[in-house]
């Protein structure tokens, strides 16, 4: 399981004494416990590594907005410490489809479904998810999914 890769990470940084590889991976499992609690109060059911890995690729999202940002505004030494806290994420996080892998699955479900307008974008897009959710770039596979069906 992830979680048990992540706390482990936590262990190994603390006793080498990386203090900032430390503190990035305890926001980790604060976000994790952060969804946990959030999932109590829901009737949903999330498997355990797709929860995580839907935190990361969140936390993973918030980094590349923040050195953005940060590069725009000319705080090189912010988006270094960003900089580094996402590779610690990245390295966590399952190896995302490539486009060509992508707009195979989207050609595949198109046909499975007879989807051939942009009125069937959201099944696709729905099944899409379903069978790939926790490898899958959503911005890339909406906009190929919008080429395929346009």
């Known amino acids: 399981?992830?979680?048990d890769t992540i706390k482990a990470a936590t262990i190994s940084a603390m006793k080498a004494g990386e203090?900032?590889?430390t503190a990035t991976l305890r926001q980790i499992s604060a976000k994790i416990k952060d969804?946990?609690?959030?999932?109590?109060?829901?009737?949903?059911?999330?498997?355990?590594?797709e929860l995580v890995t839907s935190v990361l690729q969140k936390m993973a999202k918030q980094r590349?907005?923040?050195?953005?940002?940060y590069e725009d505004g000319g705080r090189a030494e912010l988006a270094a410490k960003?900089?580094?806290e996402l590779s610690i994420i990245e390295e966590f996080l399952p190896t995302m489809m490539s486009e060509e892998?992508?707009?195979?699955?989207?050609a595949a479900i198109k046909?499975?479904?007879g989807a051939d307008s942009m009125k069937d974008m959201g099944r696709v897009m729905g099944e899409l998810k379903k069978r790939h959710?926790?490898?899958?770039?959503g911005g890339m596979a909406s906009g190929l999914v919008k080429a395929a069906l346009s």
């Open 111 to 113: 046909d499975e479904l």
């Open 133 to 137: 959710g926790a490898l899958l770039d």
């Open 64 to 69: 590349r907005e923040s050195i953005t940002m």
């Open 82 to 84: 960003e900089q580094a």
């Open 101 to 106: 892998e992508t707009a195979a699955a989207i």
């Open 35 to 49: 969804r946990d609690i959030e999932l109590r109060t829901s009737n949903k059911e999330v498997p355990d590594d």
């Open 19 to 21: 203090k900032e590889r």
């Open 1 to 3: 399981m992830m979680r």
